[in-house]
């Protein structure tokens, strides 16, 4: 079944374009990973050090293997500096119709 997975930014102010540089040198890694379907970055309209990363797994082991993954402990090392405060991470799962 598959999950999603919101994660929330914050980045210091003046640090976004090098926070937007690091997600998209990361993103065509994360999208081969194995059951990576989705791996897209969106910036706040209302704030401009707020990002919002949108991801989708096909399974929790996809999940699971991409937060072991040197890639996603390479992004994480890349961005911790960056960032205003700590990310926050959502684990959402589609319900009714939406499931497939």
Do not use: W
């Amino acid at each position: 079944m598959a999950i999603n997975v919101v994660a929330l930014f914050t980045v210091k102010a003046g640090e976004g374009p090098a926070f937007e540089s690091a997600i998209a040198a990361a993103r065509p890694a994360m999208l081969d990973q194995e059951g990576c379907e989705r791996y897209d970055l969106q910036r706040r309209v209302d704030d401009e050090n707020a990002y919002v990363l949108l991801e989708e797994y096909a399974s929790g082991e996809a999940l699971r293997e991409h937060g072991s993954s040197p890639e996603f402990t390479a992004l994480v090392t890349a961005v911790t500096d960056l960032l205003a405060e700590p990310m926050e991470v959502l684990l959402l799962r589609p319900v009714g119709d939406q499931q497939g």
